[in-house]
């Protein structure tokens, strides 16, 4: 299992992409529910060449833990990728998902999904391995363009950038929410306590939402859209 398919010269599958539904039983096995298998095995590569790997055997690890109460131990892939020198860019979890980490990332993509937890738990690297899996799995509905990761300042937006084009999906656009501003739009300005708590209060939610829905007007002519992907326009009559 591995970020994309790899084949042997005799045309045989050695590599399945991990977004494939059959990748399930290796990502969520554990002790307690080892799905079938017998055996993990991580490799970890350098180009062609296999530096090192980590084994987690299930029955050894059920017999280790069976005093313990649904205790779900990380692998040894996860511990040391932990253990290794952090860089200024967020890196794939391919190698290191954990289980409950999969079972995010493959629910039904017809849904409101929000991933809570502490600083440091990969809530954003679930998110963007979640994006990847449904832009696999349903190339047909959905398409790169079709998405937009917002970030809260371009600091975040930078270090996730990579992690998306990595697994494969480089048309995802990516912003922060400066950038996502009209042109020429500047925060500058600093608000005292009581006017940002009135500002970030459920009763200004309210008032937007009413100011919002007291500017919509019938347009008076035609309103003119262009086609996507085209110079292509289709007009659409006022009254309609």
């Known amino acids: 299992m591995g970020r994309q398919r790899i084949y042997d010269a005799d045309k045989q599958l050695l590599v399945i992409n991990w977004q494939a539904p059959a990748a399930t039983a290796y990502n969520q096995a554990t002790a307690g529910n080892p799905n079938g298998l017998l055996r993990k095995r991580a490799f970890t ?20 833990v069976a005093e313990l109460e649904q205790w779900e131990s990380p692998d040894d892939a996860l511990l040391d990728a932990l253990s290794t020198k952090r860089s200024g860019q967020m890196t794939d979890i391919v190698r290191t998902i954990q289980a409950a980490q999969d079972k995010i990332v493959r629910m039904g993509k017809d849904r409101l999904l929000i991933v809570q937890g502490g600083p440091g738990t990969g809530k954003t690297a679930v998110a963007l391995h979640r994006v990847s899996w449904i832009l696999f799995n349903y190339q047909d509905e959905i398409r790169p363009q079709d998405v937009l990761v917002v970030g809260p300042n371009p600091t975040f937006t930078r270090y996730i950038r990579r992690v998306l084009p990595d697994l494969g999906d480089n048309d995802v656009v990516q912003q922060s929410l400066p950038e996502m501003l009209a042109h020429g739009v500047k925060v500058a300005a600093t608000e005292p306590d009581d006017v940002a708590a009135v500002k970030g209060s459920a009763m200004m939610a309210d008032l937007v939402a009413a100011g919002l829905n007291d500017r919509i007007r019938e347009p008076k002519t035609p309103v003119r859209v262009q086609m996507r992907g085209s110079g292509r326009y289709i007009e659409i009559p006022a009254a309609r």
């Open 45 to 64: 590569a350098e180009n062609n060449r296999i530096l090192d790997f980590q084994d987690t055997v299930f029955k050894e690890l059920a017999a280790a």
